[in-house]
Nanobody, 115 residues
Framework: QVQLVESGGGLVQAGGSLRLSCAAS????????MGWYRQAPGKQRELVAT???????NYADSVKGRFTISGDNAKNAVYLQMNSLKPEDTAVYYC?????????WGQGTQVTVSS
């Protein structure tokens, strides 16, 4: 079982930056993929970025060049550095672990970008 706790959300002006953190308790397998998803009001949850234990990353086109995902295998943690934030980035951001076909989710952290 994996439990995830996010932190670092908040209110920021357009063009600003935030850094999200996710701490995972329980055993993280080397085959697990950790990542961030987001859900805006009235929209479906969407992928933001993922990272493997080997450091391979994947980003949604909408955040490429602005967001950076990183991980710390020793701490079972994953981070999301968000720069040049836009109002359309406003959403609840969820930490995720994909283990084989099972998904584990954190409780989410609100990110609000004002124009």
């Amino acid at each position: 079982q994996v439990q995830l706790v996010e932190s670092g959300g908040g209110l920021v002006q357009a063009g600003g930056s935030l850094r999200l953190s996710c701490a995972a308790s329980g055993i993280i397998f080397s085959s697990d993929v950790m990542g961030w998803y987001r859900q805006a009001p009235g929209k479906q949850r969407e992928l933001v970025a993922t990272i493997t234990s080997a450091g391979s990353t994947n980003y949604a086109d909408s955040v490429k060049g602005r967001f950076t995902i990183s991980g710390d295998n020793a701490k079972n943690a994953v981070y999301l550095q968000m720069n040049s934030l836009k109002p359309e980035d406003t959403a609840v951001y969820y930490c995720n672990v994909l283990r084989y076909s099972s998904n584990y989710w954190g409780q989410g952290t609100q990110v609000t970008v004002s124009s």
